[in-house]
């Protein structure tokens, strides 16, 4: 979901939401105190920035159980742990519409140079060659 903001002395801003679903924890190495997962875009969603509102982007805490084998999983079952992170950035689409542009048009030059080399080695007739391109 991307909304149109305002962002401070940036100019135009777009808020990011981010949603993360866990499908297991595994592999885990024993540890003696529960396990949580903290998803985070730069600062937000970071616990300890200081920079940014608190957000809750942290799975909840869960003890891992032994496998029986080496490791310890996290017993999520059919329950899996989601997070949504909110995040604000400065909107730079017009940056990446233009470079997106130029490196379209640098694909299509070089695909129609290695034509036209492949057409001067097989020496193709003028005509022809122009009519392949």
């Known amino acids: 979901a991307v909304v149109s903001t305002q962002s401070g002395h940036y100019g135009r801003g777009?808020?990011?939401r981010l949603f993360v679903g866990f499908l297991e924890g595994t592999m885990i190495h024993p540890v003696d105190a529960p396990v949580e997962f903290e998803i985070s875009i730069g600062e937000y969603g970071n616990k300890?920035?200081?920079t940014t509102l608190p957000a809750p982007s942290t799975t909840q805490p869960?003890?891992?159980v032994y496998d029986g084998?080496?490791?310890y999983y996290l017993p999520w079952g059919q329950t899996k742990p989601?997070?949504?992170l909110n995040s604000q950035w400065e909107d730079v689409m017009f940056r990446i519409e233009s470079l997106n542009l130029i490196c379209r048009t640098i694909d299509r030059l070089e695909g129609h140079?290695?034509?036209v080399k492949y057409l001067?080695?097989?020496k193709a007739p003028l005509a022809e060659s122009a009519g392949k391109l």
Request: proline residues 5%; aromatic residues 14%.
């Open 14 to 16: 777009r808020r990011y």
């Open 48 to 50: 300890f920035a200081s």
């Open 62 to 64: 869960t003890n891992p």
């Open 69 to 71: 084998s080496h490791y």
């Open 82 to 84: 989601c997070v949504m």
């Open 113 to 115: 140079l290695k034509d």
């Open 120 to 122: 001067m080695r097989a």
